[in-house]
Protein backbone atom coordinates (compact mmCIF):
# COMPACT_ATOMS: atom_id res chain seq x y z
CA UNK A 1 0.00 0.00 0.00
CA UNK A 2 1.18 3.38 -1.14
CA UNK A 3 -0.38 5.74 1.11
CA UNK A 4 2.44 7.01 2.54
CA UNK A 5 0.84 10.02 4.81
CA UNK A 6 -0.07 7.88 6.97
CA UNK A 7 1.25 8.94 10.21
CA UNK A 8 2.69 5.24 11.53
CA UNK A 9 4.01 4.34 14.84
CA UNK A 10 5.71 1.07 15.86
CA UNK A 11 6.09 -0.35 19.70
CA UNK A 12 8.04 -3.22 20.37
CA UNK A 13 9.13 -5.14 23.65
CA UNK A 14 10.90 -7.82 24.71
CA UNK A 15 10.45 -10.34 27.16
CA UNK A 16 10.09 -9.06 31.15
CA UNK A 17 13.30 -10.55 32.81
CA UNK A 18 14.79 -9.62 36.58
CA UNK A 19 16.13 -6.26 36.38
CA UNK A 20 19.80 -7.22 36.44
CA UNK A 21 18.99 -10.02 33.29
CA UNK A 22 17.64 -8.59 30.29
CA UNK A 23 14.62 -6.07 30.11
CA UNK A 24 11.67 -5.82 28.05
CA UNK A 25 12.26 -3.16 24.76
CA UNK A 26 9.48 -1.60 22.85
CA UNK A 27 10.38 0.00 19.47
CA UNK A 28 7.76 2.83 18.27
CA UNK A 29 8.18 4.00 14.43
CA UNK A 30 6.75 7.23 13.38
CA UNK A 31 7.50 9.48 10.97
CA UNK A 32 10.63 11.87 11.85
CA UNK A 33 8.64 14.53 12.43
CA UNK A 34 6.42 12.84 15.26
CA UNK A 35 9.01 11.26 17.04
CA UNK A 36 9.73 13.88 18.83
CA UNK A 37 6.16 14.66 20.28
CA UNK A 38 5.29 10.98 20.39
CA UNK A 39 8.43 11.06 23.45
CA UNK A 40 6.85 13.55 24.86
CA UNK A 41 3.50 11.93 24.92
CA UNK A 42 4.72 8.35 26.74
CA UNK A 43 8.32 10.02 28.85
CA UNK A 44 5.86 10.76 32.08
CA UNK A 45 3.86 7.27 31.77
CA UNK A 46 6.08 4.21 30.60
CA UNK A 47 7.96 4.70 33.85
CA UNK A 48 5.24 3.39 36.00
CA UNK A 49 4.18 0.35 33.32
CA UNK A 50 7.83 -0.40 33.15
CA UNK A 51 8.18 -0.40 37.34
CA UNK A 52 4.66 -2.88 37.54
CA UNK A 53 5.83 -5.25 34.77
CA UNK A 54 9.33 -5.28 35.57
CA UNK A 55 10.13 -4.46 31.44
CA UNK A 56 11.86 -2.12 29.51
CA UNK A 57 10.26 0.26 27.17
CA UNK A 58 12.63 1.88 23.64
CA UNK A 59 10.91 4.00 21.46
CA UNK A 60 12.55 4.14 17.96
CA UNK A 61 11.81 5.95 14.26
CA UNK A 62 10.19 4.76 11.19
CA UNK A 63 7.47 5.31 8.61
CA UNK A 64 4.76 3.36 7.04
CA UNK A 65 5.60 -0.16 4.98
CA UNK A 66 8.64 -0.72 6.83
CA UNK A 67 6.36 -1.12 10.09
CA UNK A 68 5.18 -4.48 7.94
CA UNK A 69 8.23 -5.48 7.51
CA UNK A 70 9.09 -5.60 11.23
CA UNK A 71 5.94 -7.38 11.57
CA UNK A 72 6.90 -10.03 8.91
CA UNK A 73 10.20 -10.48 10.66
CA UNK A 74 8.95 -11.12 14.28
CA UNK A 75 11.23 -7.66 15.31
CA UNK A 76 8.30 -6.09 17.27
CA UNK A 77 5.27 -6.59 19.29
CA UNK A 78 3.00 -4.23 19.82
CA UNK A 79 1.78 -1.64 16.64
CA UNK A 80 0.53 1.56 16.22
CA UNK A 81 -0.04 2.07 12.97
CA UNK A 82 -3.61 2.60 11.00
CA UNK A 83 -6.30 0.86 9.13
CA UNK A 84 -4.69 0.67 5.43
CA UNK A 85 -1.40 -1.02 7.08
CA UNK A 86 -3.16 -3.56 9.69
CA UNK A 87 -5.61 -4.78 6.95
CA UNK A 88 -2.42 -5.93 5.05
CA UNK A 89 -0.99 -7.36 7.99
CA UNK A 90 -4.46 -9.32 8.77
CA UNK A 91 -4.16 -10.71 5.25
CA UNK A 92 -0.90 -11.67 5.85
CA UNK A 93 -1.69 -13.91 9.23
CA UNK A 94 0.78 -11.02 11.33
CA UNK A 95 -1.49 -10.34 13.91
CA UNK A 96 -2.79 -12.14 16.96
CA UNK A 97 -6.46 -10.97 18.00
CA UNK A 98 -6.85 -8.83 21.08
CA UNK A 99 -7.73 -10.03 24.15
CA UNK A 100 -9.87 -7.91 26.27
CA UNK A 101 -9.41 -9.93 29.30
CA UNK A 102 -5.85 -8.16 29.30
CA UNK A 103 -7.15 -5.26 28.24
CA UNK A 104 -10.37 -3.58 30.10
CA UNK A 105 -9.29 -0.56 29.18
CA UNK A 106 -11.27 -1.74 25.74
CA UNK A 107 -14.59 -1.30 27.70
CA UNK A 108 -13.77 2.85 28.55
CA UNK A 109 -13.73 3.37 24.41
CA UNK A 110 -16.62 4.72 22.38
CA UNK A 111 -17.93 1.89 20.11
CA UNK A 112 -16.69 3.08 16.92
CA UNK A 113 -12.53 2.20 18.18
CA UNK A 114 -13.56 -1.75 18.49
CA UNK A 115 -12.90 -1.49 14.50
CA UNK A 116 -11.84 -5.59 14.19
CA UNK A 117 -10.30 -8.04 16.03
CA UNK A 118 -7.09 -7.34 15.46
CA UNK A 119 -6.98 -3.60 16.09
CA UNK A 120 -8.60 -0.56 18.52
CA UNK A 121 -8.19 3.13 17.59
CA UNK A 122 -5.69 4.95 20.07
CA UNK A 123 -6.16 8.70 18.43
CA UNK A 124 -7.69 10.48 16.14
CA UNK A 125 -7.04 13.60 14.07
CA UNK A 126 -9.44 15.30 11.35
CA UNK A 127 -8.55 16.02 7.46
CA UNK A 128 -10.59 18.97 6.44
CA UNK A 129 -9.13 22.59 4.84
CA UNK A 130 -6.74 24.36 6.25
CA UNK A 131 -6.99 28.43 4.16
CA UNK A 132 -6.15 32.08 4.45
CA UNK A 133 -9.61 33.57 5.26
CA UNK A 134 -8.12 37.25 3.99
CA UNK A 135 -7.55 35.88 0.80
CA UNK A 136 -10.66 33.17 0.46
CA UNK A 137 -12.94 34.64 2.57
CA UNK A 138 -15.45 31.49 4.13
CA UNK A 139 -14.64 27.86 3.19
CA UNK A 140 -17.73 25.78 4.17
CA UNK A 141 -17.84 22.84 2.48
CA UNK A 142 -15.32 20.57 0.58
CA UNK A 143 -16.83 21.71 -2.51
CA UNK A 144 -15.38 25.28 -1.97
CA UNK A 145 -11.92 23.71 -3.21
CA UNK A 146 -13.78 24.32 -6.96
CA UNK A 147 -14.76 27.80 -6.52
CA UNK A 148 -13.38 29.52 -9.89
CA UNK A 149 -12.04 32.30 -8.09
CA UNK A 150 -9.55 29.48 -6.16
CA UNK A 151 -8.41 28.34 -9.17
CA UNK A 152 -4.44 28.29 -9.12
CA UNK A 153 -4.10 28.39 -5.19
CA UNK A 154 -5.11 24.75 -4.34
CA UNK A 155 -3.12 22.10 -3.06
CA UNK A 156 -4.68 18.51 -1.91
CA UNK A 157 -1.84 15.90 -1.66
CA UNK A 158 -0.19 13.31 -4.00
CA UNK A 159 -2.22 10.16 -3.88
CA UNK A 160 -2.79 10.11 0.10
CA UNK A 161 -5.27 9.67 2.65
CA UNK A 162 -7.19 12.80 2.45
CA UNK A 163 -6.73 13.13 -1.14
CA UNK A 164 -8.41 9.42 -1.52
CA UNK A 165 -11.24 10.18 0.93
CA UNK A 166 -11.99 13.27 -1.22
CA UNK A 167 -11.94 11.55 -4.00
CA UNK A 168 -14.38 8.59 -1.98
CA UNK A 169 -16.73 11.47 -0.66
CA UNK A 170 -17.07 13.17 -4.28
CA UNK A 171 -18.06 9.62 -5.55
CA UNK A 172 -20.73 8.88 -2.73
CA UNK A 173 -22.49 12.66 -3.32
CA UNK A 174 -22.95 11.55 -6.97
CA UNK A 175 -24.19 8.71 -6.42
CA UNK A 176 -21.22 6.16 -6.21
CA UNK A 177 -18.90 4.40 -3.63
CA UNK A 178 -15.62 3.02 -3.15
CA UNK A 179 -16.76 0.13 -5.57
CA UNK A 180 -18.01 2.87 -8.06
CA UNK A 181 -15.48 5.87 -8.09
CA UNK A 182 -15.94 6.54 -11.27
CA UNK A 183 -17.66 10.15 -10.27
CA UNK A 184 -15.05 10.76 -7.85
CA UNK A 185 -12.16 10.46 -10.25
CA UNK A 186 -14.26 12.71 -12.83
CA UNK A 187 -14.61 15.28 -10.12
CA UNK A 188 -10.78 15.29 -9.14
CA UNK A 189 -10.23 15.72 -12.33
CA UNK A 190 -12.08 19.22 -12.96
CA UNK A 191 -9.88 19.91 -9.84
CA UNK A 192 -6.96 19.55 -11.57
CA UNK A 193 -6.96 23.30 -13.14
CA UNK A 194 -7.04 24.67 -9.52
CA UNK A 195 -4.18 22.91 -8.04
CA UNK A 196 -0.50 25.39 -7.68
CA UNK A 197 1.23 21.98 -6.68
CA UNK A 198 0.36 18.47 -5.48
CA UNK A 199 2.40 18.82 -2.05
CA UNK A 200 3.99 15.78 -0.36
CA UNK A 201 4.62 17.14 3.23
CA UNK A 202 3.75 19.51 5.61
CA UNK A 203 7.08 21.37 4.95
CA UNK A 204 6.14 21.97 1.56
CA UNK A 205 2.49 23.02 2.45
CA UNK A 206 3.84 25.79 5.03
CA UNK A 207 6.39 27.28 1.87
CA UNK A 208 3.43 26.81 -0.59
CA UNK A 209 1.18 29.21 2.18
CA UNK A 210 3.91 31.45 2.38
CA UNK A 211 5.05 31.90 -0.37
CA UNK A 212 1.18 32.79 -1.40
CA UNK A 213 1.13 30.18 -3.99
CA UNK A 214 -1.81 28.74 -2.18
CA UNK A 215 -4.23 29.69 -0.46
CA UNK A 216 -6.35 26.70 0.76
CA UNK A 217 -5.38 23.20 0.85
CA UNK A 218 -6.48 19.97 2.31
CA UNK A 219 -4.84 19.98 6.31
CA UNK A 220 -5.22 17.77 9.36
CA UNK A 221 -6.49 19.88 12.42
CA UNK A 222 -2.57 19.07 14.47
CA UNK A 223 -1.05 20.44 11.13
CA UNK A 224 -3.20 23.49 10.73
CA UNK A 225 -2.29 24.06 14.51
CA UNK A 226 1.74 23.91 13.87
CA UNK A 227 0.79 26.15 11.03
CA UNK A 228 -0.75 28.71 12.77
CA UNK A 229 1.53 28.83 15.34
CA UNK A 230 4.87 27.08 15.13
CA UNK A 231 4.75 28.53 11.69
CA UNK A 232 3.22 31.80 12.11
CA UNK A 233 0.79 31.54 9.51
CA UNK A 234 -2.51 33.54 8.97
CA UNK A 235 -4.29 29.85 8.44
CA UNK A 236 -7.25 28.95 9.63
CA UNK A 237 -9.06 25.14 9.72
CA UNK A 238 -12.76 24.10 8.97
CA UNK A 239 -14.25 20.85 9.13
CA UNK A 240 -15.90 21.22 5.87
CA UNK A 241 -19.33 19.69 5.25
CA UNK A 242 -20.16 16.78 4.99
CA UNK A 243 -17.87 16.28 7.38
CA UNK A 244 -13.94 16.18 8.24
CA UNK A 245 -12.06 12.84 7.09
CA UNK A 246 -11.19 10.23 9.71
CA UNK A 247 -7.10 9.96 10.69
CA UNK A 248 -6.85 7.12 12.78
CA UNK A 249 -4.17 5.45 14.57
CA UNK A 250 -4.77 1.93 16.15
CA UNK A 251 -3.06 -0.76 18.08
CA UNK A 252 -2.09 -3.95 16.56
CA UNK A 253 -0.35 -7.06 18.22
CA UNK A 254 2.11 -8.55 16.45
CA UNK A 255 1.89 -12.77 15.79
CA UNK A 256 4.70 -15.25 16.49
CA UNK A 257 6.42 -13.09 19.26
CA UNK A 258 6.96 -14.56 23.02
CA UNK A 259 5.63 -11.52 25.11
CA UNK A 260 1.79 -11.88 24.03
CA UNK A 261 0.54 -11.06 27.62
CA UNK A 262 2.71 -8.22 28.54
CA UNK A 263 2.22 -6.87 24.65
CA UNK A 264 -2.07 -6.86 25.69
CA UNK A 265 -1.17 -4.96 29.04
CA UNK A 266 1.05 -2.65 26.98
CA UNK A 267 -1.99 -2.07 24.81
CA UNK A 268 -4.43 -1.74 28.22
CA UNK A 269 -1.96 0.81 29.46
CA UNK A 270 -1.63 3.11 25.84
CA UNK A 271 -5.36 3.61 26.17
CA UNK A 272 -5.76 5.23 29.11
CA UNK A 273 -7.39 8.32 29.38
CA UNK A 274 -4.10 9.84 31.21
CA UNK A 275 -1.66 8.82 28.00
CA UNK A 276 -4.61 10.07 25.84
CA UNK A 277 -5.05 13.58 27.57
CA UNK A 278 -1.07 13.99 26.77
CA UNK A 279 -1.90 12.97 23.91
CA UNK A 280 -4.47 15.54 22.55
CA UNK A 281 -2.78 18.11 24.36
CA UNK A 282 0.98 17.99 22.61
CA UNK A 283 -0.01 16.01 19.49
CA UNK A 284 -3.67 17.67 18.64
CA UNK A 285 -4.93 13.93 18.57
CA UNK A 286 -8.16 13.20 20.41
CA UNK A 287 -8.95 9.67 21.96
CA UNK A 288 -11.92 7.77 21.73
CA UNK A 289 -11.77 6.90 25.40
CA UNK A 290 -15.07 8.27 27.15
CA UNK A 291 -13.63 8.53 30.80
CA UNK A 292 -11.44 11.17 28.69
CA UNK A 293 -11.53 14.80 30.21
CA UNK A 294 -9.85 17.79 28.59
CA UNK A 295 -9.88 21.21 29.36
CA UNK A 296 -12.03 23.69 27.36
CA UNK A 297 -9.21 25.18 24.74
CA UNK A 298 -7.49 21.99 23.78
CA UNK A 299 -11.11 19.99 23.35
CA UNK A 300 -11.91 22.91 20.64
CA UNK A 301 -8.53 21.77 18.49
CA UNK A 302 -9.29 17.72 18.32
CA UNK A 303 -11.84 15.95 18.02
CA UNK A 304 -13.13 15.06 21.05
CA UNK A 305 -16.02 13.41 22.46
CA UNK A 306 -18.80 10.35 21.09
CA UNK A 307 -20.53 12.86 18.57
CA UNK A 308 -17.46 14.25 17.07
CA UNK A 309 -15.28 11.30 17.19
CA UNK A 310 -18.16 9.03 15.15
CA UNK A 311 -18.75 12.13 13.31
CA UNK A 312 -15.65 11.63 11.38
CA UNK A 313 -16.26 10.56 7.92
CA UNK A 314 -14.07 6.96 7.32
CA UNK A 315 -14.01 5.03 4.07
CA UNK A 316 -13.85 1.19 3.29
CA UNK A 317 -10.01 1.46 3.33
CA UNK A 318 -9.82 -2.60 3.27
CA UNK A 319 -11.46 -2.39 -0.21
CA UNK A 320 -9.28 0.45 -1.33
CA UNK A 321 -6.15 -1.31 0.08
CA UNK A 322 -7.03 -4.31 -2.13
CA UNK A 323 -7.28 -2.41 -5.18
CA UNK A 324 -4.58 0.38 -4.70
CA UNK A 325 -2.04 -0.30 -7.12
CA UNK A 326 -4.99 0.55 -9.35
CA UNK A 327 -6.32 3.85 -7.94
CA UNK A 328 -2.91 5.06 -8.17
CA UNK A 329 -2.03 4.34 -11.87
CA UNK A 330 -5.57 5.94 -12.67
CA UNK A 331 -5.02 8.84 -10.34
CA UNK A 332 -1.78 9.79 -11.95
CA UNK A 333 -3.43 8.91 -15.41
CA UNK A 334 -6.76 11.13 -15.15
CA UNK A 335 -5.79 13.27 -12.17
CA UNK A 336 -2.40 14.23 -11.21
CA UNK A 337 -0.66 14.84 -14.98
CA UNK A 338 -3.93 16.05 -16.79
Not at 202 to 208: A, D, F
Not at 241 to 254: D, E, H, N, R, S
Request: with cysteine; proline share 6%.
Amino acid sequence: MRLRDIRTAVLAFLAAAPLAGAAAQTTLTMNATELGPMRTVFAPHIPAFEREHNVRVNIVAGLGAPTVAMARNKEVDVLITDPVYSYQMQKENLLVPLDRSKIPAMGDLYPVALMDAHQVGLFYGSFGICHLPARTGPMEAWSDLWRPDLKGRVSVRSFRVDSISLLVTMAKQAGGSERNPDAGFRKMAELAPSIAKYFENWGELSTLFRTGQVWAATCTNGRANWLATDQNLPVRFVSPKPGAFALIGTLQVVAGRPNTDLAMRLVNFLLSAEVAADMARIMNYGSANAKLQLAPEIAARVPYGRTEIEGLINIDWAYVDANSRAWEERWNKEVAFR
